[in-house]
């Protein structure tokens, strides 16, 4: 469904680099606005960084790593996401406030990737096996790890989780090896399994605190993505903003409010943000060759990265 787009509303966009960055990427915003995410220095090794609501940014490494990619955050300040050790292999941390940080990796894996946190500290992601085989692995905040696949399945990767413990994610078919199917997870370990009306591929990539889920579909006949919203009771809506050519719904918060980018006829990338009622508003910080948005928080705050004409990445937030 394409819907009608307009600029957004009055807003205030702050683009940001930590020191040394030659390259920024934002990929999550809590509710009290701070952002995290990775930068590459000058040497093109990756770091994870904490930026506060007035601008300050921290800048951390796990000890040991060739990588350090921060990718989600709670609403306590606790980080998670992956690093990398010397023989290229992804590992699980967390960083609390403290500065403090923890390792972990599932048992067996070849590697393990975070994907979200809650706010009891309950870490959801995937593992890779040594059959290169992905599994679903909730990480409990004592340090207890549960590993799970939709039953079925040839591979299973959650994306997201909310803070009553419940998840999505993809999964593939045994029947059908080419695609990809969308779950959801509830606390109580029950799956309920989705697609939209004719996709062929579905990759949920996040959840709201009522069970609301956002993210992207293809059609079986195109190869074009498509957004969609799948609300608590299993009713799935597709959308576009106009002129785009592919949409990746990222994130969406308490009120419904789904951010993203999506592409135009030209291949240039534009961020957006849909309200419940079905609003779409695009936007762009100033200078933007191509704009990406990953992380919406309750009030409407939303980060990312943009492009620059030298093609280098900084990141954003923006406020409406």
Request: a negative charge.
């Amino acid at each position: 469904m394409l819907c009608s787009v307009g600029p957004a509303a009055a807003q205030t966009i702050t683009s940001f680099d930590p020191a040394g960055s030659v390259a920024t990427y934002a990929y999550a915003i809590n509710s009290a606005g701070v952002v995290t995410g990775t930068y590459s220095d000058s040497k093109h090794m990756d770091h994870g960084f904490l930026r506060q609501p007035r601008g300050g940014i921290a800048r951390f490494s796990v000890f040991g790593a060739t990588a350090t990619i921060a990718n989600a955050i709670n609403k306590n300040g606790i980080v998670a996401g992956r690093y990398s050790d010397a023989k290229n292999v992804s590992h699980g941390f967390l960083r609390t406030k403290n500065s403090s940080v923890t390792t972990f990796s599932e048992r067996g894996s070849e590697g393990t990737i975070p994907a979200g946190i809650d706010i009891g500290g309950t870490i959801a992601g995937y593992y890779v096996d040594s059959s290169a085989v992905s599994h679903g692995f909730l990480r409990a905040s004592g340090g207890s790890m549960t590993s799970f696949d939709v039953p079925g399945g040839t591979n299973t990767w959650s994306t997201a989780i909310n803070d009553s413990g419940t998840l999505c994610g993809s999964w593939t078919d045994a029947n059908v090896p080419r695609g990809s199917h969308g779950f959801l997870r509830t606390a109580k370990g029950e799956i309920d399994l989705f697609d939209p009306s004719g996709s062929s591929n579905t990759y949920p990539y996040a959840i709201d605190a009522g069970g609301d889920i956002a993210g992207t579909y293809y059609f079986t006949s195109s190869t074009e993505a498509h957004g969609f919203v799948r609300t608590a009771d299993g009713t799935i809506t597709s959308f576009d903003p106009s002129g785009s050519i592919d949409t990746y719904a990222e994130s969406i918060n308490v009120n419904g409010t789904i951010a993203g980018y999506y592409y135009d006829s030209g291949a240039i990338a534009h961020g957006f943000y849909r309200t419940a009622d079905g609003t779409i508003s695009t936007f762009d910080p100033t200078g933007s060759t191509a704009t990406f948005a990953y992380a919406i928080n309750a009030k409407g705050d939303i980060t990312g990265n943009w492009m620059d004409s030298n093609h280098q990445s900084h990141g954003f937030v923006l406020v409406p």
